[in-house]
């Protein structure tokens, strides 16, 4: 039974069919692990603690900058100098005292390890492709669902890798490692809310997951084109070569 406070502060979502009280106990019984606490996992973890997620676990290893401000809309010119996961604690909190959160260094990839294996949904929100590599091989390991996003300049994408089902594609399939170039926001710049429009369907794709509704942006990539808000579908397909989910004894080395 959802308590009175509980059953007020989540009214709105409360009443949409596929939620109700039961998917509301599901998502206060749910756990997290948002790796990344800038542009993206600005507004996924906020979405996420708004939505009464229980629990929350908080990975990144950098400091707020000034910058930053721009887009990562958790942080506050009082947090500036702040590591990334204090200050996103802190507007959590303020946000959804009854939100549990965890802060990991986002450094040790043992501890980060630990921590995947305890949550229901990984949420990619990291700027890197040695990060992106990790957290899936991770992914496909425990097959732990994992919802990436990226943005950057004017475009963004989204898409959900599904490792519980052996036909979902994975990062690996997507990219292959050796023509990974890397592009970063600050050598090419990113509009704030671009951002944010990436982080909020990451959000939604999380808690899609968690209540089992709906249908997942698996097997398909969304991009986006801010300049002309254009919304493009590709499919993902599994590549059979992949030398991560397609092999049986897999290259596990993260
Ligand atoms: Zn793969």
Redesign the pocket.
């Known amino acids: 039974m959802l308590s009175k406070e509980q059953l007020e502060r989540y009214s709105r979502q409360v009443v949409l069919p596929g939620i109700g009280e039961s998917g509301q106990r599901r998502l206060l019984e749910a756990k997290v692990l948002i790796v990344g606490l800038g542009g993206l996992g600005s507004p996924v973890a906020l979405y996420l603690a708004a939505a009464g997620v229980g629990q929350l676990v908080l990975a990144d290893f950098d400091r707020v900058n000034i910058p930053d401000l721009q887009r990562q809309i958790i942080h506050r010119m009082e947090t500036v100098g702040e590591l990334k996961v204090q200050s996103a604690l802190l507007a959590l909190k303020s946000l959804n005292p009854a939100v549990e959160v965890t802060l990991l260094s986002g450094q040790n990839l043992e501890e980060l390890e630990c921590a995947l294996k305890q949550v229901d949904v990984i949420v990619d929100c990291t700027d890197n492709f040695g990060a992106r590599f990790s957290l899936?091989r991770m992914s496909?390991y425990h097959k732990k669902p994992l919802v990436s996003g990226a943005a950057i300049r004017m475009d963004g994408q989204v898409t959900v890798?599904d490792p519980r089902d052996p036909k979902s594609?994975?990062?690996?399939?997507?990219y292959p490692e050796v023509f990974a170039v890397q592009d970063t926001c600050q050598m090419s710049g990113i509009l704030g809310s671009v951002a944010g429009i990436v982080g909020s369907i990451q959000a939604t794709e999380t808690l899609k997951l968690l209540l089992g509704i709906g249908q997942t942006l698996k097997g398909k990539l969304l991009l986006l084109n801010a300049l002309t808000m254009v919304f493009r579908e590709v499919s993902v397909i599994?590549?059979p070569l992949?030398?991560?989910?397609?092999c049986q004894e897999g290259f596990y080395n993260p």
């Open positions: 899936n496909v890798f594609p994975c990062y690996q399939c997507l599994k590549d992949c030398p991560l989910c397609s």
